[in-house]
């Protein structure tokens, strides 16, 4: 709704929706048309049976013509039990179809082989995890999305205790990564490795409770926000106590606002967050994941500044096309003159120097 009103798409939507409801009324009459038929079908024929019945056997028994009113009566009542069981049927079988049809779309999904790697027996579950990651000479490209190569023999790697960053234009290929070591998709070929092993031979419970993820759309659920950092653990042997979920929460920064919240903890977020802005969303999903202790985390961020901090970063990796163009520190790849990332600092700069420019020129007016 706010994306028709605020780009004035009312008439334009409105068409659409209309043309979608010409359509369902004609169908709906198509639909009114095969029921009257059916109807008429259903309600005539057996009372036109029985009057030709009644016409035609009530003339054998006046003219008595070997048929006693008695027995006039009796197929009379047979008749009856009869056209109430063609009826039936046609009902049962009307059903029938339905429920053929909606069962097809159930056994396809149900039949439909995984296309990930089987398990190994036992999966992988080691007793501890070092954390480190790395990505060896992958190619990906989407299921959806076929023809388009979107990794392109890339590498990377993250020691344990090290904040490796990826950083490139939009597009690029930095979210596909971290997918890949979300394990949601399966690279075409080289190898997403977790401690020196595929990520697939992993138990999928036991990695994602050591691999966590605050993705670039972070999706939270309509519950509390209690529950929402907890998601996932309640119930679990080491669900985290209330001093571990507010620890949580400092750490992500939403602490304070949570506390300003009618309800605390117990505020209830709405269906997909919707009762809080996209920066608290982001704060309870930081919180979500770090609540989960997690030796490696994953955190994708669409629109995150190149700023001073990006000097304490152990590495950048500059993605483009599904590449890795350069790789360095902070102060290494400013040092390229006219390399991609001194560029993007570049723009960033100017970006930011344009507009000090303006609000210096509007403070003297
Ligand atoms: N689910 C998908 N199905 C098909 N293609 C996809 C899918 N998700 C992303 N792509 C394509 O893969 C390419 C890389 O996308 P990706 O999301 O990894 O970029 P990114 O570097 O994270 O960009 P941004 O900085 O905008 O977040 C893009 O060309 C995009 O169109
Ligand atoms: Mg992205």
């Given at each position: 709704?706010?994306?028709?009103?605020?780009?004035?798409?009312?008439?334009?939507?409105?068409?659409?929706?209309?043309?979608?409801?010409?359509?369902?009324?004609?169908?709906?009459?198509?639909?009114?048309?095969?029921?009257?038929?059916?109807?008429?079908?259903?309600?005539?024929?057996?009372?036109?049976?029985?009057?030709?019945?009644?016409?035609?056997?009530?003339?054998?028994?006046?003219?008595?013509?070997?048929?006693?009113?008695g027995q006039l009566v009796s197929f009379l009542l047979l008749l009856g039990s009869l056209?109430?069981?063609?009826?039936?049927?046609?009902?049962?079988?009307?059903?029938?179809?339905?429920?053929?049809?909606?069962?097809?779309?159930?056994?396809?999904?149900?039949?439909?082989?995984?296309?990930?790697?089987?398990?190994?027996?036992?999966?992988?579950?080691?007793?501890?995890?070092?954390?480190?990651?790395?990505?060896?000479?992958?190619?990906?490209?989407?299921?959806?999305?076929?023809?388009?190569?979107?990794?392109?023999?890339?590498?990377?790697?993250?020691?344990?205790?090290?904040?490796?960053?990826?950083?490139?234009?939009?597009?690029?290929?930095?979210?596909?990564?971290?997918?890949?070591?979300?394990?949601?998709?399966?690279?075409?070929?080289?190898?997403?490795?977790?401690?020196?092993?595929?990520?697939?031979?992993?138990?999928?419970?036991?990695?994602?409770?050591?691999?966590?993820?605050?993705?670039?759309?972070?999706?939270?659920?309509?519950?509390?926000?209690?529950?929402?950092?907890?998601?996932?653990?309640?119930?679990?042997?080491?669900?985290?106590?209330?001093?571990?979920?507010?620890?949580?929460?400092?750490?992500?920064?939403?602490?304070?606002?949570?506390?300003?919240?009618?309800?605390?903890?117990?505020?209830?977020?709405?269906?997909?967050?919707?009762?809080?802005?996209?920066?608290?969303?982001?704060?309870?999903?930081?919180?979500?994941?770090?609540?989960?202790?997690?030796?490696?985390?994953?955190?994708?961020?669409?629109?995150?500044?190149?700023?001073?901090?990006?000097?304490?970063?152990?590495?950048?990796?500059?993605?483009?096309?599904?590449?890795?163009?350069?790789?360095?520190?902070?102060?290494?790849?400013?040092?390229?003159?006219?390399?991609?990332?001194?560029?993007?600092?570049?723009?960033?700069?100017?970006?930011?120097?344009?507009?000090?420019?303006?609000?210096?020129?509007?403070?003297?007016?």
């Amino acid at each position: 709704m706010p994306t028709v009103r605020s780009f004035a798409g009312g008439p334009a939507q409105g068409r659409l929706y209309r043309g979608k409801l010409d359509e369902y009324y004609d169908l709906n009459k198509q639909e009114a048309r095969a029921y009257g038929a059916y109807a008429v079908a259903t309600t005539l024929l057996p009372n036109l049976v029985t009057a030709l019945v009644l016409f035609y056997g009530g003339q054998l028994v006046l003219n008595e013509d070997g048929l006693t009113s008695g027995q006039l009566v009796s197929f009379l009542l047979l008749l009856g039990s009869l056209s109430e069981g063609f009826s039936n049927m046609g009902s049962i079988f009307s059903s029938i179809t339905q429920a053929l049809g909606a069962a097809d779309k159930v056994f396809e999904l149900i039949r439909r082989p995984p296309q990930s790697t089987p398990l190994p027996i036992p999966p992988l579950a080691p007793a501890f995890c070092s954390g480190k990651v790395e990505l060896r000479d992958v190619t990906f490209r989407y299921p959806a999305r076929p023809a388009r190569p979107v990794l392109n023999k890339i590498n990377m790697l993250a020691e344990p205790g090290k904040v490796v960053a990826l950083v490139g234009p939009s597009g690029g290929g930095k979210s596909s990564c971290v997918a890949l070591l979300e394990n949601f998709y399966e690279p075409e070929s080289g190898m997403v490795l977790l401690d020196g092993r595929k990520v697939q031979e992993y138990d999928p419970h036991w990695y994602h409770r050591h691999v966590s993820i605050v993705s670039q759309e972070p999706m939270l659920y309509a519950r509390s926000i209690r529950q929402n950092i907890l998601f996932g653990l309640e119930g679990e042997p080491d669900e985290p106590s209330e001093g571990e979920i507010i620890e949580a929460a400092v750490l992500a920064g939403a602490h304070d606002f949570i506390l300003g919240l009618q309800s605390g903890y117990d505020t209830e977020v709405g269906e997909r967050g919707v009762c809080l802005s996209g920066g608290q969303k982001q704060r309870i999903a930081i919180a979500r994941a770090l609540c989960r202790r997690p030796r490696v985390l994953l955190l994708d961020e669409a629109t995150s500044a190149l700023d001073s901090d990006s000097e304490n970063l152990d590495s950048i990796l500059v993605v483009r096309d599904g590449r890795v163009v350069e790789q360095g520190t902070h102060t290494e790849l400013l040092g390229k003159v006219g390399g991609m990332y001194s560029q993007l600092v570049c723009k960033q700069v100017d970006a930011l120097e344009t507009a000090n420019t303006i609000c210096n020129e509007q403070e003297k007016s």
